[in-house]
């Protein structure tokens, strides 16, 4: 079993399965500069969706979930700030944002942009290093957030989980650590209750992408697969209409 105080290492293992799972919106009228996005977050592994307008957006975040958008803030109608405005209203409160602008340049704008809402600024031409350095940051934010009730499971649980990831049985489980396979399976629907999972697939995958069990090199694409699916589901989901 890994050490607990290596969990805050947390974000990187999930970050990877994360990605590809991962759906930014751009938010600009400029075509050219919405395809260059476009281009280099697929090249990083993200599903990308674009829109020119706020109207646009705001449909688009009724389509399908967005886990973060980068938003122009100068555009024609409601400019950036309202899409920001709109988008938390509609997907989730804490959605990450970037602003990006090539009008607004001056520290002012860039400080207006924060005060808006805004995780974020960015001064057009971005460097494409710089986007993604920052985009991956504020996504590890809300990573961690997701997996923070892992981070509240007590040693024993753990210790379970662990044998659970070996593929013991509860018989088994019971038996490495002296207790009745009944304290096993209170213990087991704590743990779904804690971290908010209904299989034990699903919690071994967030133990794991906490970084507090391991397992086999024969297990571990699928329990990063579950790991992916996890985060998907707790990333800001889009609202039906």
Do not use: N, W
């Not at 986007?131 to 957030?145: D, H, K």
Request: charged share 25%; net charge neutral; proline share 4%.
């Amino acid at each position: 079993m890994t050490s607990v105080s290596g969990k805050f290492d947390l974000r990187r293992r999930a970050a990877v399965v994360a990605a590809r799972k991962t759906r930014v919106l751009v938010v600009d009228d400029d075509d050219g500069f919405a395809s260059f996005l476009a281009v280099l977050l697929h090249s990083a592994g993200y599903c990308v969706v674009t829109a020119a307008t706020a109207d646009e957006a705001v449909a688009t975040s009724r389509q399908a979930r967005i886990d973060a958008a980068v938003v122009d803030v100068v555009m024609p109608g409601r400019g950036g700030y309202s899409v920001c405005r709109e988008l938390r209203e509609e997907v989730d409160a804490d959605l990450p944002v970037i602003f990006v602008s090539g009008d607004r340049v001056d520290p002012f704008d860039r400080a207006a942009g924060i005060i808006a809402g805004g995780d974020d600024y960015l001064v057009k031409p971005v460097h494409p290093d710089e986007l993604l350095a920052r985009l991956e940051r504020l996504l590890a934010r809300s990573r961690g957030r997701a997996l923070k009730p892992a981070l509240e499971l007590s040693e024993r649980e753990i210790e379970i989980l662990q044998l659970i990831a070996e593929g013991c049985p509860p018989g088994e489980v019971a038996r490495r650590l002296f207790i009745a396979p009944k304290t096993v399976s209170s213990h087991v629907q704590r743990i779904f209750v804690k971290l908010g999972v209904h299989t034990r697939a699903q919690a071994v995958a967030m133990t794991y992408a906490a970084g507090l069990i391991q397992v086999g090199v024969e297990q571990r694409d699928e329990v990063e697969a579950h790991v992916a699916e996890l985060l998907s589901r707790s990333a800001p989901s889009a609202r039906t209409s």
